[in-house]
């Protein structure tokens, strides 16, 4: 049996059964595709010879194995909750940080400054009770701070830089008593060998001031006129040879080992009289 032949359409390559006999009778014609419906001739083309079409034969039957579906893959692991939630307090907690590390020294700075402001009009206080009690004393300033209390409150001799705490008491002799015990003065005396008719030049005088410790880079210093000044360390260690080593104490160094010789003022000589009415 001769093997069967075929010629292609040249435009979409479907076959044509055709024998070169066929050909012959065809030649010189034109022929249209039923498959794509385009001409061609026949005269340009030569039949190939058709592949032999294997016998159709059932596949041979696969393994258990291989018919076996895949393992399903597990799942991917997820986090969990409380890892999520220590994660977000985590950065939570570093932002926090982050925030007080650039915050908190600025608020410290201005805390201090308030501090040192009521710590000024502490002083001008007690600067204007000296004066006072200067003008009923014949122009001596007290031997003692305590004589002062008759005119300030005790909160006045306390620095709030400091964790000393107000002298208490109803009367100014108890609030005395309970300033010898410590821990309620903040401050130095040195004007207790002072007085308004002295020739010392009160603008330069300093009568009281504060240990080196209360602020840290500086002090403020009470002068005989009554202005408050705050001096920086280097300028204090000048001004004060002993500021370095001094501690606060209610009399003054003259009078530090001295028993007090004047009298705690009373209501009458704090206030002076009124002249009588004519």
């Known amino acids: 049996m001769p093997e069967q032949t075929y010629v292609p359409c040249p435009h979409c390559g479907h076959p044509y059964p055709m024998t070169a006999m066929q050909k012959e009778l065809y030649r010189g014609r034109t022929l249209a595709c039923n498959n794509c419906a385009k001409m061609f001739s026949a005269d340009e083309l030569t039949p190939a010879v058709m592949e032999t079409v294997r016998p159709w034969s059932p596949a041979a039957p696969k ?18 909750g409380w890892t999520v939630a220590l994660w977000s307090i985590g950065g939570t907690a570093v932002v926090i940080a982050l925030l007080l590390a650039v915050l908190i020294p600025p608020l410290n700075r201005a ?5 040192r402001v009521t710590c000024a009009s502490n002083l001008r206080q007690l600067g204007a009770a000296m004066q006072i009690y200067a003008s009923v004393n014949g122009g001596r300033f007290p031997d003692r701070l305590d004589r002062l209390l008759a005119y300030v409150p005790s909160n006045t001799l306390v620095c709030p830089s400091t964790g000393h ?4 008491g109803s009367t100014p002799q108890l609030q005395a ?9 903040s401050y130095v005396y040195s004007g207790d060998t002072y007085s308004t008719r002295s020739t010392a030049d009160a603008s330069t005088t300093i009568v009281l001031y504060e240990p080196l410790t209360n602020h840290g880079d500086g002090i403020n210093a009470l002068y005989a006129d009554g202005h408050v000044a705050y001096l920086p360390t280097a300028q204090a260690l000048v001004a004060i040879p002993g500021v370095k080593t001094a501690t606060p104490n209610p009399a003054g160094p003259a009078t530090a080992t001295a028993p007090a010789t004047q009298a705690a003022p009373t209501a009458t000589q704090a206030a002076p009289t009124a002249p009588a009415q004519r």
């Open 63 to 80: 393994s258990v194995a291989a018919m076996a579906p895949p393992a399903p893959s597990p799942p991917p692991r997820k986090s969990s």
């Open 111 to 115: 805390r201090e400054q308030s501090r």
């Open 165 to 168: 705490t107000p002298a208490s």
């Open 177 to 185: 008593a309970d300033l010898a015990k410590g821990r309620h003065l």
